[in-house]
């Protein structure tokens, strides 16, 4: 059941971006009265799933989802179709518009992807506002546990305060692709401000090891259950440690390490039960675990209890549009970021470069409007960027030749953006295969 809400995620944000996205270049082709003769989700190899012709455009859904298209006549695009171009040029062909025409229609495509990123933003400040952990609230600091970011120098307890001279506000879910991307951390340990250089491999070096947050807010040890064989009778269900053998203990990675020092002794701990705090005596194993299982706590159980502040703050409908554009800006640079760290070799990032499995596995196995729109959001702006590259057969290859043409005044010929096509075809494919062969290797090997 869990693959087939996540395959149905999938399938409905991509096909939602790849509708709009052709739809970006057949509205303005339409309003320069340029003749589509397809408009087609997925691509028809060979044969079509679902086809009808209104008008002189055939609208269908193709069997291979790979992405889709708009086949404009007169157009050198993906169909190289020859035939056609040899013919002398008609009035409603793409060849005979104006380049300022073919521009907007060429532009049309990522125009829609960046705007629909935006919208969808907008709209989700308005319908669910902002939940977050104020970053000043984080008294005790964080939970570092990845050995990649002990390694360059992070502990538990530090306090994120900036990443790359921006103030940390808000510790949210952004907050680890930051870091990812990060150049220099200043933290604050033991009441004084450190600056953490990061590593130039750090991307490549997370790859190595499990997934997982690099950093998070610390959390309670909350007893679920015990077992009998334990000895450890005196706690109960839902108690949460408070101190161990006499040393604070109201954090889970504080419980483990006074355990892990510990191991094979009866120690005395105090337990907040019923918000009474209630002395115990807890057998410690040799192996340092006291035999019960941990439980987690909702964020409004961690607030009841003063862990942490939750803040919620709802946005109207005009009030959401300036929070949704700037949140949309961010993702636009922090993907900017990640592209420029895959170009460049000595970060190693172009190894986690994936394909179409890695999307797949970034929708969750439970379904939420929340998660989904935001997944499809950054897809969108991805899907953008990636098109505006200046790669023949891509929309920024096109734009790059119409700009060449609109500045020199000279039109490249046909048969050269043939050849640029079936480069720029050539090149796709080989990038195709390296992001889809990434997640084949990584399905291969685990990680």
Known sequence: MDIVIKLSQFLLSLSLL????????????????????????????????????????????????????????????????????????????????????????????????????????????????????????????????????????????????AVDGQKIENFDNDINMKIIMAKEVVIERNGQQQTIKMPTDFVDQLSKQKKAPLVDMRMPFAVSSVTPESGNTALKPKDLFISLNGQEAKYYDQVKTILESNEGKTIPAVVLRDLKQVPVTVKVSNAGKLGVTVGGLSIESLEKLGYYKVSTKNYSFFESIPVGLTKGKDQLVGYGKQLKMIFNPETKAYKQVGGFAAIFNIFPSSWSWEVFWSITALLSIMLGVMNLLPIPALDGGHVMFLLYEIISGRKPSDKFLENAQMVGFVLLIALLLFANGNDIYKAIVGK
Do not use: C
């Not at 087609?40 to 009808?52: E, I, M, P, R, T």
């Open 18 to 161: 790849i509708i709009l996205h052709e739809l970006g270049h057949f509205i303005p082709a339409k309003l320069f009265k340029t003749r589509v003769e397809k408009f087609y989700l997925f691509f028809d190899v060979k044969y079509s799933l679902l086809k009808k012709k209104i008008g002189e455009t055939e609208y269908g859904i193709g069997w291979l989802p790979l992405g889709g298209y708009v086949k404009i006549s007169g157009m050198i695009d993906e169909s190289m179709d020859k035939e056609q171009m040899a013919l002398p040029p008609q009035p409603w062909e793409f060849r005979s518009k104006p380049a300022w025409q073919r521009l907007i229609i060429m532009l049309g495509g990522v125009t829609v992807n960046f705007i629909l990123a935006f919208i969808i933003y907008i709209g989700m400040a308005f319908a669910y506002g902002d939940t977050y952990v104020a970053n000043a609230d984080l008294k005790d600091g964080v939970l570092v546990e990845s050995p990649v970011m002990i390694k360059a120098g992070f502990k538990t307890g530090d306090k994120f305060l």
